[in-house]
């Protein structure tokens, strides 16, 4: 706490953590008095550097680029690169501390590391993207590498970015390697990448339903965000026999009690991916739903909520409203988007309840999939990746099982994940020495 005071989101993942896996350690004699989380909480490395480049109107503009290499016991650095105003250490450090354990749960060889900038892409033109983008490689290319740390896309960076600074970084080091992940399907990219969070987190969710011999079939569910991880949660719902009611962006939210059926929902990727509108949109084109100004969409009575936008977007008051309004199941698609007191309060109502780090944990799954698609110069097809990454989550919900059981039965889905998470990492840690 001494050292990290003044970094809140960070000491706020930090406290989840230590909360579940103190008492862990306590019990197991290898871990005891090896100052294990101590060394898990310090990065590895923080890189933080000048992006220097020219806007549309031939002014020179300065943002702040960072990479955080938080551990790398278990395999190179993976996480993705923010692009957004409010990026700064203590949001990509708690991200980075986040990704140790979800990349460690996905069973698969990969430290966590995040990333990104406090660039704003909003309201940019294309040009100025790729120059942005471009700059930036220009200093990250040196500490990344496909054996020592791979960034993917993350908000504020999709599909485009990741072309424009895979361009550059093949320029700078001579070699065509899966540096990065979400990479364009003809130039490395793995199916089903784009869809992985989204849908990962409803394989999540489904899992969950099924210890209460449950399903989506039928369900209302609210969902928040209207990005990559929100449209293919909603796909997938959808797909899954769900009514997806809401999707919202940082403007507002939209609710459709009809329900975004499949087509609304090809309106939404083509209003938000290719013309990049707002989501206030939706009831030019869909009179009959409604748009709520400035407001989170957690009033909407569902059974099921779908958090994908951003961290710390579902507060206490906004879940015991949820929780009164019958909400069985909550699966985080965005990471760390429920507060503490949100947090608790499902734990304390009984109801599912999945932390990002397990419940998102799919499109990482999917970009270490791409990693082994590039390494063997092969593409797997859509049916297989997205097999995988079924199991993957099963797997994943297992491993919460295991180790979240609590004496009556019930499963502590965050407890599980920490303490899943933590095993696999402390062991190779130690197995290291002190390094
Ligand atoms: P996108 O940039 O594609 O979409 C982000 C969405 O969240 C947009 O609708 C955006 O609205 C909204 N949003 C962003 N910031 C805020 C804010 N401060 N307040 C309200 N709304 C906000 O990002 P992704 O869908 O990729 O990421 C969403 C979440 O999922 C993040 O927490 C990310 O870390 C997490 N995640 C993403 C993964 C991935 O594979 N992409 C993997 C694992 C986790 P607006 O357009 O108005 O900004």
Redesign the pocket.
Known sequence: KERNGHEPEFLQAVQEVAETVIPYIVKHDIYHGKNILLRMVEPERLISFRVSWVDDSGEIQVNRGYRVQMNSAIGPYKG?L?F?P?VNASILKF?AFEQVFKNSLTTLPMGGGKGGSDFDP?GKSDNEIMRFCHAFMTELYRHIGHNTDVP?????V?AREIGFMFGMYKKLNNTFTGVLTGKGQSWGGSLIRPE??GYGNVYFAENMLKTKNDSFNGKRVVIS??????QFAAEKAIELGATVLTL????GYIVDEDGINTEKLEYVMDLKNNRRGRISEYVTKYPSAKYVEGERPWSVKCDIALP????N?LNGDEAKMLIDNGCICVSE???M?STPEAMHAFQKAGILFAP?KAS?AG??ATSGLEMSQNSLRLSWSRKEVDERLKDIMEDIHDSCVKYGKNDDGSIDYVKGANIAGFVKVADAMLAQGVI
Do not use: F, Y
Request: hydrophobic residues 25%; charged residues 15%.
């Open positions: 993705g923010r957004h409010t991200l909003k993917a896309g993350d908000i504020g999709g992985a969070t965000g209207s990005g990559n991880v929100a919202s962006d940082s403007g994908c936008a951003t961290q977007e698609g965005a990471n988007p990002g998102n499109g990482v």
